[in-house]
């Protein structure tokens, strides 16, 4: 018997036995957990028990199912990845994580600080059961993602493309980072977190909500830096963002290509398909350095990829200070922005300047974006 048919059986045992006693119940805690000494074994209640038994009908076909998060990977896609997978597990399912491409710094610190291995690279989805988590478009996706058999998605953007014909677990919330979605499922499904796995979902919910200071951060976030930081045994929370941040802003070694493409997504709205990769600074004068760089490789960046419109975002949040240089990649790029977006700040000749809250990719860019593509679709 398998263990998805075990904890179905149990929370059958488990129902009896709280119309039998009133409202009491016996049930079992699942093992697999990643760690040296297991934490304590907690009954699960009645609500974590329907909880698992709804997500134990995926359409796994008895296949490993891979975890993985969107193309230019993040810390936030690739640590939501290995704590789902594991979760997964717990569950009875067989998972693993995998990623689109090499990490960036800021990832590569986290998962050495917890002591957690870079998962494999996926080449392709075609004919491989996939659970997404951290983003729903399949340009966003690993490579023939739309020839794979999609079982799930963990997501806290808006919803994309990726769709199926039957049935899937799909778990969209409006917070701040993929990551607290995943603390939360193993505080549903009632299993205990390891040191390692919430040492990796504390860098990732930091990362994400620029240490709570980001504006999708939610009271959720907050709780589960909290929660995480005590159980990764993290004394110092502030220390470790400016650690892992000092990482992100970290391009050395890196070409400017590479910068570029670090932190990179696409969409696509109204017929149109376009680009947008994020890059971390920390003042005015460095913005402006990179967002030269950026335009000098405008025209290869462009080249390299399918896409009507391209952007390079040079961003700088430190504290309380968000400022945006936007530096449009071509010329019908430009033009788009002076359209959309024309309540800029400054226009130095390279890029279009945000103050005052800056032009977020998630809260402000993307969705701007999108509605005036639904409003005149090209075609």
């Known amino acids: 018997m398998n263990q998805r048919n075990k904890l179905t059986v149990l929370f059958c045992l488990a129902a009896v ?53 969107h193309k230019s990977p993040d810390s936030d896609t690739v640590c939501s990845a290995i704590a789902y997978a594991r979760l997964l597990n717990l569950l009875g399912y067989t998972a693993e994580p995998r990623i689109t491409m090499p990490v960036n710094n800021e990832t590569k610190y986290i998962l050495e600080q917890a002591g957690a291995e ?7 989805a075609a004919g491989e059961t996939i659970f997404l988590v951290d983003h729903s478009e399949y340009v966003q996706a690993a490579e023939d993602m739309v020839d794979a058999h999609i079982v799930g998605i963990m997501d806290h953007h808006g919803v994309g493309a990726v769709n199926t014909g039957h049935q899937i677990v799909y778990e969209a919330r409006p917070i701040g980072a993929t990551a607290t979605i995943v603390w939360l499922d193993y505080l549903n499904y009632g299993f205990e977190i390891d040191k390692q796995t919430a040492h990796l979902l504390l860098g990732a919910v930091l990362s994400d909500t620029s240490n ?7 009271e959720a976030d907050k709780k589960a830096v909290s929660a995480l930081a005590e159980i990764a045994g993290v004394s110092d929370v502030d220390g470790f963002y400016r650690a892992l941040h000092e990482q992100a802003l970290s391009y050395e070694g890196m070409s400017d290509m590479e910068i570029m493409f670090s932190d990179y997504k696409e969409y696509e709205a109204g017929n149109v398909k376009y680009g947008i990769g994020l890059v971390s600074s920390v003042k005015e004068e460095t913005s402006r350095e990179l967002a030269e760089r950026m335009k000098n490789i405008a025209e290869e960046a462009m080249a390299s990829r399918d896409v009507d419109y391209m952007f390079a975002s040079v961003g700088i949040r ?6 945006d240089y936007i530096i449009p990649m071509s010329e019908a790029s430009k033009e788009l922005m002076e359209q959309v977006f024309p309540n800029y700040d400054e226009y130095d000749g390279t890029s279009f300047i945000f103050r005052n809250g800056g032009l977020g990719r998630k809260t402000k860019f993307v969705p701007g974006l999108n509605d005036f593509f639904a409003a005149h679709p090209h075609e």
């Open 17 to 69: 036995c709280l119309a039998a006693v009133g409202g009491f119940y016996i049930g079992r805690n699942a093992g697999g957990i990643p760690e040296e000494k297991e934490p304590a074994v907690t009954e699960p209640t009645e609500l974590q028990l329907l909880n698992r038994e709804a997500v134990s009908h995926m359409s796994d076909e008895g296949k490993t199912i891979y975890v993985i998060g």
């Open 118 to 124: 870079i998962p494999e690279i996926l080449y392709s």
């Open 212 to 218: 709570l200071t980001g504006s999708t951060t939610t």
């Open 318 to 323: 430190e504290g309380d200070i968000k400022v």
